[in-house]
């Protein structure tokens, strides 16, 4: 039996926990001559995902397993709502705006 797996991208992770833009110049600067700058945070961060992906392992599990519908309806939440974010983002970024032609 086939199964649908729910998946959130780690740039959106990333992007929501505020830390995307460090995490990006820290992997930049690996392969110059200021890495030693790069490794404090990149080690918290390995080792922060380490713990976070067994404590997710069981956790999410759980949830999946006794509240699927609830845990599902969350997660969509969450992208739903992270929208407008990215939104705002993306216009900030650009500085442009969004022109609606085809209506």
Same mark, same amino acid.
């Not at 505020?18 to 990006?24: A, D």
């Not at 309806?73 to 739903?80: E, K, L, M, R």
């Given at each position: 039996m086939l199964q649908k797996q729910f998946r959130v991208s780690g740039s $959106?992770?990333?992007m929501i926990l *505020? =830390?995307?833009?460090? #995490? =990006?110049?820290s992997l930049?600067?690996?392969t110059t001559k200021r890495r030693l700058e790069a490794l404090p945070f990149l080690m918290t961060f390995g080792? *922060?995902?380490?713990?976070? #992906? @067994?404590?997710? @392992? &069981? %956790? +999410? !599990?759980?949830f999946l397993t006794h509240y699927? $519908?609830? $845990?599902? $309806?969350? %997660? +969509?939440?969450?992208?739903? *709502? &992270? #929208?407008s974010y990215l939104y705002r983002e993306a216009i !900030?970024?650009?500085?442009?705006? @969004?022109?609606i032609k085809h209506i």
């Open positions: $959106t992770v990333a *505020g =830390i995307y833009e460090q #995490l =990006i110049y930049s600067v690996l080792f *922060g995902m380490v713990i976070g #992906l @067994l404590g997710s @392992l &069981f %956790f +999410i !599990d759980y699927r $519908t609830q $845990t599902l $309806t969350f %997660f +969509i939440g969450v992208i739903i *709502g &992270f #929208l !900030d970024q650009s500085g442009m705006t @969004l022109k």
